[in-house]
T-cell receptor, first 116, second 115 residues
Framework: QKEVEQNSGPLSVPEGAIASLNCTYS??????FFWYRQYSGKSPELIMF????GDKEDGRFTAQLNKASQYVSLLIRDSQPSDSATYLC????????????????FGQGTILTVHP | EAGVAQSPRYKIIEKRQSVAFWCNPI?????LYWYQQILGQGPKLLIQ??????VDDSQLPKDRFSAERLKGVDSTLKIQPAKLEDSAVYLC?????WGGGAEAFFGQGTRLTVV
């Protein structure tokens, strides 16, 4: 089982729709969760992070975390063609001793295409 | 505030040659990461430094890859000798806080092609 899993897609949504991106993780002790956006040929850029169960909203983006289900998602409202990119989920993993040392483990990414 | 700086941006080498990449993190960031990203995949952590000490290098192919972070600031990643499968983008990232999963910021990356 991969440590961080994402549906590679591609996910295609019409302009103005809600895009829903999902991520599951294997380490139940994980505490911090990050969503990065990566345009083709560019490096990842941070969109949002979430630490607590529930929802966190930032503009058109909402991150949702359910630690019991080991599941984190990103919703993009009013999707725009400029949102077309690969979305990477990253999880802060712990070492064998249960200590967090900031190691970020990434999923394989979900390709999102927003068509006009 | 200046971002993470990496050089070179592109490098083409023949297999069995050696290559080195350089990274300068955001000022004040104690944690520095090197990731390898193969086309179509997510970034894979190669090595993580906290100041000038190694925190995690479990996925670094130590027979050919080496990295150092002298004085806890700049870092270099070296590959010797390179193999065809090393063709990838090498990303450097840094974060402010050690532990707790503070967000990491990436440089532009170095695209390596091994022929």
């Amino acid at each position: 089982q991969k440590e961080v899993e994402q549906n590679s897609g591609p996910l295609s949504v019409p302009e103005g729709a809600i895009a829903s991106l999902n991520c599951t993780y294997s380490d139940r002790g994980s505490q911090s969760f990050f969503w990065y956006r990566q345009y083709s040929g560019k490096s990842p850029e941070l969109i949002m992070f979430i630490y607590s169960n529930g929802d966190k909203e930032d503009g058109r983006f909402t991150a949702q975390l359910n630690k019991a289900s080991q599941y984190v998602s990103l919703l993009i409202r009013d999707s725009q063609p400029s949102d077309s990119a690969t979305y990477l989920c990253a999880v802060n993993m712990f070492d064998a001793g249960g200590t967090s040392y900031g190691k970020l483990t990434f999923g394989q990414g979900t390709i999102l295409t927003v068509h006009p | 505030e200046a971002g993470v700086a990496q050089s070179p941006r592109y490098k083409i080498i023949e297999k069995r040659q050696s290559v080195a990449f350089w990274c300068n993190p955001i000022s004040g960031h104690a944690t520095l990461y090197w990731y390898q990203q193969i086309l179509g995949q997510g970034p894979k952590l190669l090595i993580q430094f906290q100041n000038n000490g190694v925190v995690d290098d479990s996925q670094l192919p130590k027979d050919r890859f080496s990295a150092e972070r002298l004085k806890g600031v700049d870092s270099t990643l070296k590959i010797q000798p390179a193999k065809l499968e090393d063709s990838a983008v090498y990303l450097c990232a840094s974060s402010l806080v050690w532990g707790g999963g503070a967000e990491a910021f990436f440089g532009q990356g170095t695209r390596l092609t091994v022929v």
